[in-house]
């Protein structure tokens, strides 16, 4: 019994000499490695944003280094254990295949994430209008985007939906042209009309001169003479300057004379005949 018990214990010594200093080894690299890797991932992060890069792309790459770090700490421990990391690397390939193939629509989303975030055609505080919704960007991930729309609504809509699909950016460019149509009664004078829109136009600081604005007749209506209005602006002044100028311009084309139509119907009654 004694020559029973000291050799399980001879046993027990030697397996906790022979791999408890390899399971201590592993922890440490393991716990000084995440630590390092989030280290490294604050330092990027805050190297990307010195160096003025798009905010968009400072947390997917920060992000990526840290993930490629932390990959390299596990395969690092598992050297430790003496485990073939180029066996495992092959049977995580294979795996990978299979959940790659249940999971297309997500891995699609991931690849237009990475596609949005390498040729940015959103920004971060870009106002758009991308599959069906429109909003301001409020973060791009490698999965979804998020969108605040003007009443305030979160709204979450997958990459793959996005790039897929046209993109209208109505904060990229600038300048934006206001386009208004005006109705006057075929009765007004149509060149004092127009001399009127200019006028408004011109007291307007925030109506740009070059490029110049364009008051022109652009339909002969069934109610009324349409002339449309298109002055540029900053982007930044679009929707102020545009209520702005509704309201003007059907006060002082009123002051002017011109009268503001509204569909109307003319009804002719024909008496019959006399017997």
Excluded at 29 to 48: E, K, M, P
Excluded at 51 to 64: E, I, K, Q, W, Y
Excluded at 183 to 193: L, P, R, W
Excluded at 241 to 266: T, V
Aim: hydrophobic share 50%.
């Amino acid at each position: 019994m004694d020559e029973r018990m000291t050799a399980l214990t001879m046993n027990a010594l030697e397996l906790v000499t022979t791999y408890g200093l390899q399971v201590v080894g592993a922890i440490a690299v393991l716990v000084v490695g995440r630590i390092a890797a989030g280290a490294v991932r604050r330092g990027v992060h805050r190297s990307l944003e010195r160096a003025g890069t798009d905010a968009t792309l400072v947390p997917f790459l920060s992000n990526g280094v840290y993930y490629l770090l932390l990959a390299a700490v596990i395969i690092a421990v598992l050297n430790l254990f003496g485990v073939q990391t180029t066996s495992l690397v092959a049977v995580m390939g294979a795996a990978g295949l299979a959940v790659g193939m249940a999971l297309q629509g997500t891995l699609a989303n991931f690849a237009a994430g990475v596609m949005l975030l390498v040729f940015r055609p959103i920004r971060t505080g870009d106002y758009v209008e991308v599959a069906g919704v429109a909003g301001t960007v409020g973060e791009i991930s490698v999965f979804t985007t998020a969108l605040d729309t003007p009443d305030n609504v979160h709204i979450t809509v997958p990459n793959g939906s996005i790039f897929g699909t046209t993109i209208k950016n109505y904060s990229r460019n600038a300048q934006r042209r206001n386009d208004i149509v005006v109705g006057i009664s075929y009765d007004d004078d149509i060149g004092k009309a127009i001399e009127t829109i200019q006028g408004v136009l011109r007291e307007d600081a925030r109506v740009l001169a070059d490029p110049a604005p364009v008051v022109a007749v652009i339909e002969m209506a069934d109610s009324s003479v349409n002339i449309t209005v298109r002055p540029w602006c900053a982007k930044e002044d679009y929707w102020a300057l545009r209520f702005d100028l509704m309201r003007a311009l059907k006060e002082r084309l009123e002051a002017a004379g011109c009268s503001i139509p509204y569909p109307q119907r003319d009804l002719h009654v024909i008496p019959p005949a006399a017997r």
